[in-house]
């Protein structure tokens, strides 16, 4: 495609249940990073994909958050039992490689009620 | 680790005025710096980057020069336009592939 497509764009999901987010970065891309960013912040860092592998998943705030690139293309972010302090927007980057401008899509809105 | 502080928003100017938005950034070794935008509605955007010290990164009017003796890479235009109202980023990357961001400063600009 012509960008990062993420969807949903908008989940809203009850308090203990599990979601799933997914992310279609530019073809051909084989970084692929997921950010989290709550209201009124800046995007933080949760995980880097380097092809099929997590290359730093230092950003990953407790065991409840997983994500996966088993093609070396689209990715998923997981998240088991949700609370309430998950609610944010969760962007996705996609860029052709290290040192590389990262293209950013327009996010998913999780909203955990 | 890695630390980006940007002034506090919302920044309100007529058209025509002069912006800066301020960025200083705590970082171990020798970081790129960027300026992301985010305009009502869209993705988070490159506006622009420098990636060496006295480098001046440059796009669309907007400027910034990475200063390693204040730390900073402060946001410059010389005249703003209604157009550019939107969501400034400061942002740094320390060697790895993740970027630290600053907390975002929103910037309105009114006729």
């Known amino acids: 495609g012509a960008g990062v497509s993420q969807t949903p764009s908008n989940k809203v999901t009850e308090k203990g249940k599990y979601v799933e987010l997914r992310c279609d970065p530019i073809?051909?891309?084989?970084?692929l990073y997921w950010y989290r960013q709550s209201l009124g912040q800046g995007p933080e860092f949760l995980i880097y994909f380097q092809g099929t592998g997590a290359a730093d998943d230092s950003g990953l705030p407790n065991d409840r958050f997983f994500a996966v690139r088993p093609e070396g293309s689209v990715s998923t972010l997981k998240i088991q039992r949700t609370e309430r302090g998950d609610s944010a927007v969760y962007l996705c980057a996609s860029s052709s490689g290290q040192g590389v401008e990262a293209f950013f899509g327009q996010g998913t809105r999780l909203t955990v009620v | 680790g890695d630390s980006v502080t940007q002034m506090e928003g919302p920044v309100t100017l007529s058209e025509e005025a002069f912006l800066t938005i301020n960025c200083t950034y705590t970082?171990?070794?020798?970081?790129?710096l960027f300026w992301y935008v985010q305009y009502p509605g869209e993705g988070l955007q490159l506006l622009l980057k420098a990636t060496k010290a006295d480098d001046k990164g440059s796009n669309k009017g907007f400027e910034a020069t990475y200063r390693k003796e204040t730390t900073s890479f402060h946001l410059e235009k010389g005249s703003v336009q209604v157009s550019d109202s939107a969501v400034y980023f400061c942002a740094l990357s320390g060697g790895g592939n993740k970027l630290t961001f600053g907390t975002g400063t929103q910037l309105k600009v009114e006729l």
């Open positions: 970082a171990t070794g020798y970081p790129s």
């Open positions: 073809s051909g891309h084989t970084a």
